[in-house]
């Protein structure tokens, strides 16, 4: 994608490729002199957010935001714990509406997701409506089940439907796909293109590290987002090869 990553972490975890066994969010105070840290130090140009974990860290993140308002947002909701963490504190989400949508360019929820995002919505196309009328600017549902052996993508903007996209359902369980997704979109939109056209090139960049994952444990698979890496160090083999 062309970026660097300076994390700043809101949660711990402990956590395999089955399933997260515990949860801790961070102090609030920490979260805010982290993201301060590297915003006073480097220019920034995205955030990509996904568990936040309090109410308090939502509240230090909306802070840095209203600081940083000309900064793209990519808000991968990420609302399910898996089975053995505790759950949420119920007000997040509502935190997270009131606070943190109003600042987003893209929101990546998947249909679950935006089904809490917009708990009055009757449908998907609702939902994103509702998402939008909080604030985000474009909304990207992933993960319908719409057509037979696809995942099908909906994109919205402007209060209405612009793109549908339909992948190939793949055979596996994967672990990281919409984060995969959404730090790619913040990358290609920290770059200047389009949202619509970084919407385009992170699904291709995700979809492509799905089909090149691998399991490294007893549970679902990680996607392999240095696959290009191999490709690169094949062709490099090849030509070094043809030259001897």
């Not at 509240?59 to 947002?73: C, G, K």
């Not at 990519?74 to 714990?81: A, F, M, Q, T």
């Not at 809490?116 to 604030?135: K, P, T, V, W």
């Not at 990207?140 to 057509?147: E, N, R």
Request: proline share 5%; hydrophobic share 40%.
């Amino acid at each position: 994608m062309g970026c660097h990553c300076a994390p700043v972490i809101t949660s711990i975890t402990a956590q395999d490729t089955t399933d997260i066994y515990q949860f801790f969010p961070c102090p609030s105070r920490l979260v805010h002199d982290q993201a301060r840290a590297v915003l006073e130090d480097i220019q920034v140009a995205g955030f990509k957010i996904g568990i936040l974990g309090s109410i308090e860290n939502i509240r230090a993140v909306h802070q840095i935001l209203s600081t940083y308002r000309d900064i793209p947002v990519v808000l991968d909701p990420s609302l399910h714990l898996g089975a053995k963490a505790k759950s949420f504190d119920p007000g997040i989400l509502e935190a997270m509406i009131a606070l943190i949508l109003p600042f987003v360019t893209v929101c990546t929820p998947n249909a679950n997701e935006a089904r809490l995002l917009a708990c009055e919505a009757d449908s998907l196309d609702a939902c994103a409506q509702e998402i939008m009328a909080h604030g985000a600017d474009y909304v990207l549902i992933t993960g319908q089940s719409v057509l037979p052996n696809k995942i099908t993508n909906s994109f919205y903007g402007n209060y209405r439907r612009l793109e549908v996209f339909h992948w190939d359902r793949l055979e596996n369980h994967y672990q990281g796909s919409g984060c995969t997704l959404s730090a790619a979109l913040i990358g290609l939109l920290a770059q200047g293109l389009a949202p619509s056209s970084a919407v385009h090139q992170a699904q291709e960049y995700t979809a492509e590290c799905l089909r090149q994952a691998y399991r490294l444990g007893m549970g679902q698979h990680l996607p392999n987002r240095l696959y290009w890496s191999r490709e690169a160090s094949f062709e490099y083999d090849v030509k070094k090869e043809r030259k001897n």
